[in-house]
């Protein structure tokens, strides 16, 4: 199974949202699209909604972890939500967990975006 | 109970997947959980990759090959390459080393190997390709149930 991604926009805030597998195989194509959308349009938050994701490894934790300081640079804020309890391990064990905010569905997170933006 | 087999394929990441979906296949006859599951596939996807990407310097046309056996509740997987091999294995392992942090690397796949294993055992040395031998016993199902 392939990854698909949907991107959406509110404002200042990009919304991706990641359905079936995250992978070295998948990586560079999810890396050139969410760049772009940093770099050419200039989002500033990101909302990576990952309730759709069957599988992530630790190619996924390294394309989230450089986007995270490229939108931090931007002073911008990256979170993340719908996350599985696998996914969850990984970002645990990565320490993801103590730098970013995550919210458990997409609407949590919208509601705390609206609050800190 | 009991089974074996082996996989080669050559080192493209399309075969990433390939080989999570080989591994899976082959388990599932012991029953695993969910959780179990997910984490051999991960696993597998982390040495495969790293194989990939530093065994063979993301060159494909190169062997990778893939090892899987079973005997009653305990699975083994070995993933071997014959590329450039590890010089110092317990700094490799460490968690956050990586040698290609201009690839986006984080340096957590042996970290995730050793978490989510029973038993992990690394053999490389520069030159001679690297083997990882993955082992972890499957709970029995109702026990866990109840
Ligand atoms: N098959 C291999 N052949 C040669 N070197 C390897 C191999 N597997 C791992 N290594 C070395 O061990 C280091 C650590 O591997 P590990 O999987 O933990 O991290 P990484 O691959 O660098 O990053 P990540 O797995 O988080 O993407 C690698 O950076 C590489 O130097
Ligand atoms: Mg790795």
């Known amino acids: ?117 | 109970m009991k089974n074996r087999m082996t996989l080669t394929f050559d080192s493209r990441s399309e075969n990433e997947s390939l080989a999570r979906v080989t591994v899976s296949g082959f388990m599932a006859p012991l029953d695993p959980t969910m959780e179990e599951m997910m984490d051999v596939k991960t696993v597998v996807s982390e040495a495969v990759t790293n194989a990939i990407i530093h065994g063979y310097d993301s060159e494909d046309g190169k062997d990778i090959e893939l090892h899987c056996a079973y005997e009653n509740d305990e699975l083994v997987i070995v993933i071997s390459d014959n590329g450039s091999g590890i010089e110092d294995v317990e700094m490799a392992k460490e968690p956050l080393y990586t040698s290609k942090p201009e690839l986006e690397r984080s340096g957590m796949g042996f970290t995730i190997m050793e978490n989510f294993m029973d038993h992990v055992l690394v053999t490389s040395s520069p030159g001679n390709g690297t083997r990882v031998e993955l082992r972890k016993k499957m709970v029995a199902k109702d026990r866990v149930c109840h």
């Open chain 1, 1 to 117: 199974m392939a990854l698909a991604t949907a991107y959406e926009v509110h404002d200042n805030l990009l919304i991706i949202r990641l359905e079936g597998e995250l992978d070295h195989h998948e990586a560079d194509k999810l890396r050139k699209e969410w760049q772009w959308w940093l770099k050419e349009k200039r989002k500033r938050h990101v909302l990576l909604e990952l309730s759709g994701l069957d599988f992530m490894d630790s190619s996924g934790l390294g394309v989230v972890l450089g986007r995270y300081k490229e939108i931090q640079a931007n002073e911008g804020m990256l979170m993340i939500s719908g996350v599985s309890s696998e996914v969850d391990r990984l970002f645990e064990l990565s320490g993801l967990k103590k730098l970013l905010p995550f919210a458990v569905t997409e609407e949590e997170a919208l509601q705390k975006f609206g609050v800190m933006i």
